[in-house]
């Protein structure tokens, strides 16, 4: 599909080369706004103009909003100020604030002034709340009605309200002062049996909805776990202000996906796309948790170096040291991950700290456990036996082993346990994840095989 | 909201042990199915009917629906033939062949009994597609309307068959042999100016559909990209069999997503929550790669091994091992997670190889160089002459910064390779994420270290 897309699209970049106009102009009214955005990617600059003037009103509108910043930069740049203001009419509200929150100051001025006095006032309002909350992703049209309408009234309000508003099929019950009464679906208006019942009568009154505060994250779960087109935004005296659409939240849980899987491999988290970075903004992202790491690992280092005597002894040991500390880390990321999915889609809470601590006991010591005695067994085998290593005798055997089960016990544990403690401490779990656990349990797992090689080799 | 939620289900919970039936139905029929599945979740086996019993008709679908497997069976167990009937002739088909996917035998033998023949043939059907695909996720109960309708007849369809559809909002038309012609929202026909327009001309025929074979991460995709509320799904000859709708493509998003986190921590996915997986059921799916990983790093303790005099002679040189590997695996599993991330989301495809290979390359050269110079610095003046461990010679302090730099720059570029190459053989990208590069790179670090330790230090 993908591959069959790109030809079409060469196909069109061809014609516009050549000045086909009137084909290219038949072919791309039968296309897909989010399609014909895929295009203007490919562009040169001064192609841009060109092929939005072929586009029809509606579709310009519809194609502009998915189009890259800088593309959409550029086209406002080249734009009369008809132009501009024919475009903003199109616009729904919450993409008119994204596009304002992307452009650079002087392209702003121009954006506010030719749009018109209400949707200035909607874009300043959005804009006025926090990044990442649900004020700052909803948008301010949607259809509300009055609890005594007929369910006739409700329809013909819909079909003369309903052009501009980004989805009319949930309705949104509110009183005179805008308070959030309850909401009617489109499904229950042209279902109901009589067009004489009042709004009253059909509404749902168990209202679920967030309020302009609520963080995105929680949002976009609330969207998966009850399957809503829509959700209410109310301000703090539940006066409805707005709506989020399903659509929006689909791109949070995407977003906030991404930002956990990011973090859980030591990046600093960006909202620019891979292909869109440059090699410096990527090394901006990573090089903090690089260092930061590689500084900690230190301590594995300090505890190397107070241990050299032991291991100038039996120089066997050394050898085992990656194994262990890999099986280590390993086994914590395991742990650490799983608790930070659980916390993020909401099926973990702080209160499950015991269950998940025993849960993990079990599963650690069966690991370890496991581990040890198929260590115990190759180490042998393999490396005694097979290579002749004369100098892994038993009792180095017993040592690594030991090790091993104890260092993947500890490793788990202190994988669930330190992300519940990060949430505990509103700090985003998602940081306590392998590349933090490793080195915490690199460090863990020398001290527990040191320890181990002093008991019972006495070097 | 968490917290609120949980006092009333507590209070809900504590009316049914007093038996305070009539007022417990007063709340139930306030709450959404949603919450109401949630109740049952802590509730005692005998109890799990008495509360469902108190639902309405249409309140005992949707929640029964939402409720967990061991819940739904145990209702199932007692019901008379006449409940299950009831009950099943609320459910969406798609939710009676996901019921009858988790069912055991005897339990789904009486479900299709009790089904109506075209729901049984529905269920069948679905049943029939591959695990994953399109078809396993789509339901066969959409609205379809014929092209030579006029709006008026359309909306009267609707209103006639809408009641059991899962969706009435994206209208299908199709011909006679069922082949896809069209699709007509209900704000079109709503807000179309004259009624006795026919669909024909009403409808959009800028078609975008799946198949029944698609798999359902790619119909998740697109419906992130397109923001439909639902996609059609036509068999081989194009011929409408059925809808995803967002709900769904939205549950599998998290799921993938949640798939992937897993694979890339070296886990087998699971579909089973983790509160409700058992310890030894967490042992199955963590030991294999746990396992695998041990095995592999027999490599590094080879290396280690062959490199024992040089240990012995340079003992300074093993305190910077963890560091080397620990850095270089934190290198490596930054740039996998991106590209990973970048192939789920279908940013990136295999044709970018050339881009993405050259965008690491310098990230790579540069965060190399930054962590080589800061290291060199570190180790002289903490460890030298901070910590005066005379061991630590400049020789042995340029060594471990070349290590470094060379480390961090190869093990960004097994990093990126690794999964696209993956992709490229149809393999699951994620599956090459860091436990895997890890135990790769701490290999090739322990190799290029001793590589500069011949070199610069004659060892």
Not at 80 to 103: G, I, Q, R
Not at 185 to 190: A, E, Q, S
Not at 196 to 206: D, G
Request: negative net charge.
């Amino acid at each position: 599909m993908a591959e069959r897309f790109e030809i079409v699209q060469k196909a069109l970049v061809k014609m516009l080369e050549d000045k086909k106009y009137a084909t290219l102009r038949d072919i791309l009214i039968t296309m897909n706004p989010i399609d014909i955005a895929g295009i203007f990617e490919d562009l040169e600059d001064k192609q841009i103009p060109i092929l939005f003037r072929l586009l029809t009103k509606e579709q310009a509108a519809e194609t502009f909003v998915e189009m890259e910043p800088d593309a959409q930069e550029l086209l406002i740049r080249g734009f009369s100020d008809n132009e501009l203001k024919e475009v903003l009419d199109e616009l729904y509200v919450d993409d008119a604030a994204d596009l304002v929150e992307e452009m650079p100051a002087n392209v702003v001025k121009r954006i506010l002034k030719a749009a018109d006095p209400e949707m200035r006032s909607s874009i300043n309002q959005i804009l006025r709340y926090p990044e990442y909350s649900a004020g700052s992703i909803m948008t301010t049209e949607y259809v509300s009605l009055r609890p005594n309408m007929t369910v006739e009234e409700a329809i013909l309000r819909i079909r003369r309200q309903g052009v501009d508003k980004e989805t009319i099929y949930t309705c949104y019950v509110t009183a005179k002062d805008r308070q959030l009464l309850g909401i009617v679906t489109v499904k229950d208006l042209l279902l109901a049996d009589d067009d004489e019942m009042t709004i009253e009568e059909l509404m749902l009154t168990n209202l679920i909805f967030v309020t302009t505060q609520t963080d995105q994250e929680d949002v976009a779960r609330m969207f998966s776990k009850y399957n809503f087109l829509a959700l209410p935004v109310v301000d703090g005296e539940g006066r409805m202000v707005g709506i989020v659409t399903f659509d929006d939240a689909m791109d949070v849980m995407e977003e906030e996906a991404t930002e956990d899987m990011e973090l859980m491999s030591g990046m600093t988290p960006s909202e620019k796309p891979y292909l869109r970075s440059s090699p410096f903004e990527l090394f901006k992202n990573r090089i903090p948790w690089l260092m930061l790491l590689m500084v900690s690992a230190t301590f594995t280092g300090l505890i190397m170096t107070s241990f050299e005597d032991a291991l100038a002894a039996q120089i066997a040991l050394s050898a085992f040291i990656p194994m262990l500390m890999g099986t280590g880390g390993n086994s914590g990321s395991q742990s650490s991950v799983t608790v930070i999915r659980g916390l993020s889609l909401g099926e973990l809470e702080f209160r499950d700290v015991g269950t998940v601590l025993l849960k993990e006991l079990c599963t650690a010591l069966m690991c370890g456990v496991t581990l040890a005695v198929v260590c115990f067994a190759k180490i042998w085998l393999v490396d005694h036996l097979l290579f002749g290593n004369e100098n892994i005798t038993l009792m180095v055997d017993l040592v690594v082993c030991c090790a091993l089960c104890v260092t993947v016990v500890l490793a788990k544990l202190v994988g669930c346990l330190l992300p519940i403690g990060a949430k505990a401490i509103k700090l985003d779990p998602a940081v306590m994840a392998s590349p933090f656990i490793t080195t915490i349990v690199d460090a863990l797992s020398l001290l527990i095989y040191f320890l181990f090689a002093k008991m019972l080799l006495g070097v």
